[in-house]
């Protein structure tokens, strides 16, 4: 369905729509989102389980904080996702080699 046909169903303005789906308008109204579930055919409670479910998933998709940093800082850093990326791709000993340049170029040896 495009934006066009869910604000013809749903009554709410193409514009409104493209913020939200934009993220400029993180916190639609009560009637928008109402709108918006009955014209996908969906309740409001659906929609409650929906986000709840998402955000369990994502508050438990890491059980170690320290790994859900290093995963964010991976995501966020394109020289870091080249670097895990490359690292995927080469033997344990050449992977040592590198940690142990890098701690002697941090000064930890």
Same mark, same amino acid.
């Given at each position: 369905? $495009?934006?066009e046909? @869910?604000?013809?169903?749903? +009554?709410?303005? /193409?514009?409104? #729509?493209?913020?939200?789906?934009?993220?400029?308008?993180?916190?639609?109204?009560?009637? $928008?989102?109402?709108? @918006?579930?009955?014209?996908? +055919?969906?309740? /409001?409670?659906? #929609?409650?389980?929906f986000?709840?479910?998402?955000?369990?998933n994502?508050?438990?998709?890491?059980?170690?904080?320290?790994?859900?940093?290093?995963?964010?800082?991976?995501?966020e850093?394109?020289?870091?996702?080249?670097?895990?990326?490359?690292?995927?791709?080469?033997?344990?000993?050449?992977?040592?080699?590198?940690?142990?340049?890098?701690k002697?170029?941090?000064?930890?040896?």
């Open positions: 369905m $495009t934006n046909e @869910l604000s013809r169903l749903s +009554g709410v303005p /193409l514009g409104t #729509l493209n913020k939200i789906f934009a993220g400029q308008t993180t916190d639609p109204k009560f009637e $928008t989102v109402k709108a @918006l579930c009955s014209a996908l +055919g969906i309740s /409001l409670s659906e #929609l409650d389980n986000e709840s479910n998402n955000q369990d994502a508050s438990n998709y890491y059980l170690d904080p320290e790994a859900a940093e290093i995963a964010q800082e991976i995501y850093d394109k020289d870091l996702r080249m670097l895990f990326d490359a690292s995927r791709k080469v033997s344990k000993s050449d992977i040592q080699l590198v940690i142990d340049m890098v002697r170029l941090k000064g930890d040896e």
